[in-house]
């Protein structure tokens, strides 16, 4: 059987997409969740990851989805590897328990966990950046002034 994974890092987002092409690959046993992706403890996640079995396919829409680094996302795989279960990414491709398959894997998930920390280091910079203005101030703008706040 099929199953896919769909997951979003905030409340805000948007899950659709994600199902939406995970539907039109015909999945239709998928767990989803807003869950961040740094956390390796994600409900959803686990309870697909216990429900595969041997011949079964996981499939998600990209690589992060599964994980954030490239050490959690090549234990994942490989445990997934070992009980028979197949892992399919929709924007890279069937993954193959063959070497050359778990190397192409191991180069991309580092690849990934590399984007992931530049992402961070360019947002750390912005924000170091952002402190040094006078009129900088910590968080979201507000949306009302306190002039419009309702006691």
């Not at 994600?18 to 015909?26: D, M, S």
């Not at 999945?27 to 807003?34: A, N, Q, S």
Request: charged share 30%.
């Amino acid at each position: 059987m099929k199953y896919g994974y769909a997951r979003v890092s905030t409340i805000v987002q948007d899950l659709e997409v994600q199902i939406q092409a995970l539907q039109a690959e015909g999945y239709e046993v998928i767990y989803k969740e807003r869950f961040t992706g740094t956390k390796t403890d994600r409900p959803e996640f686990n309870k697909g990851l216990e429900t595969l079995q041997e011949g079964d396919t996981l499939v998600v829409t990209k690589l992060d989805r599964i994980a954030r680094s490239a050490v959690e996302g090549i234990q994942t795989v490989k445990a997934l590897f070992a009980r028979g279960v197949k892992v399919h990414i929709l924007n890279m491709g069937l993954v193959e328990n063959t070497p050359t398959g778990r190397l192409i894997f191991n180069i991309l998930s580092s690849f990934a966990e590399f984007e992931r920390d530049m992402i961070v280091e360019r947002t750390q910079e912005g924000k170091a950046l952002a402190k040094q203005r006078d009129d900088f101030r910590e968080g979201r703008p507000r949306k009302h002034s306190k002039q419009y706040r309702i006691a």
